[in-house]
C-alpha cells in the first residue's frame, strides 16, 4: 500500500509538472496583461492629463479654423455686394 501511494504522489508532481509547463505561455502573457493594466491603473492621473490636453487642444484649434473659415465667407460676400 506504502508503495501504491509513492507511485500516486509521483505521478501526481508528474501530472502537475507536464500541466505547468503547458501553461508557460498563458501564465508569461497573465503576467504581460496585468503589468500594463497596473502600470496605466498606477499613472493613471498622468494620462488622464494627457489625453485631456490633447481633447482640450483639439478643440480649441477646430473652433479656431471654424472662426477663420467663416470670417473669410463673410468677408467674400461683402466684397461681392460692393462691387
Keep these: 500500500m506504502f508503495l ?11 501530472f502537475a509538472f507536464v500541466g505547468l509547463v503547458r ?9 504581460i496583461v496585468t503589468s ?3 502600470l496605466v491603473l498606477d ?3 498622468w ?5 485631456g490636453a490633447f481633447i482640450f487642444f483639439y478643440i480649441v ?5 471654424k472662426k477663420e473659415q467663416s470670417s473669410n465667407i463673410i468677408d467674400g460676400d461683402f466684397e ?4
Aim: proline residues 2%; glycine residues 8%; charged residues 15%.
Design 61 to 65: 484649434g477646430s473652433r479656431e479654423e
Design 4 to 14: 501504491i501511494g509513492i507511485v500516486g504522489i509521483i505521478m501526481l508532481i508528474w
Design 23 to 31: 501553461l508557460i505561455p498563458w501564465l508569461i502573457l497573465a503576467v
Design 36 to 38: 500594463i493594466i497596473s
Design 47 to 51: 494620462v488622464a492629463i494627457i489625453v
Design 80 to 83: 461681392e455686394v460692393k462691387k
Design 43 to 45: 499613472h493613471f492621473v
